[in-house]
Nanobody, 114 residues
Framework: QPHLVESGGGLVQPGGSLNLSCAGSGYRFSDYAMSWYRQAPGKEREKIATIDAGFHTHHENPVKGRFTISRDNNKDTLFLQMNSLTPEDTAVYYC????????WGPGTQVTVST
């Protein structure tokens, strides 16, 4: 069954950038759509970007124009390039593979603060 592990989170100043990674294993990585979600303290988990097996992408309004989802099927890795970060982007970021009912990584913390 799928196994996902996120990395690349950390503390960044407002206006800064981070590039998150999500390494997938246990399934044919290239065949499945994947998404990034985030959950801020006290809020529901929200989907922010999706990329399908054909490399078509969709970004939700809160991150559109600032974040970019991509994938490298040769490395079985999903990415999220995050630019122009604000304190409102502070959250735990999760990747999800749309395999069966869906599988999640454990998440990586992103904190945007001075």
């Amino acid at each position: 069954q799928p196994h996902l592990v996120e990395s690349g989170g950390g503390l960044v100043q407002p206006g800064g950038s981070l590039n998150l990674s999500c390494a997938g294993s246990g399934y044919r990585f290239s065949d499945y759509a994947m998404s990034w979600y985030r959950q801020a303290p006290g809020k529901e988990r929200e989907k922010i970007a999706t990329i399908d097996a054909g490399f078509h992408t969709h970004h939700e309004n809160p991150v559109k124009g600032r974040f970019t989802i991509s994938r490298d099927n040769n490395k079985d890795t999903l990415f999220l390039q995050m630019n122009s970060l604000t304190p409102e982007d502070t959250a735990v970021y999760y990747c999800k593979v749309w395999y069966g009912t869906g599988y999640w990584g454990p998440g990586t913390q992103v904190t945007v603060s001075t």
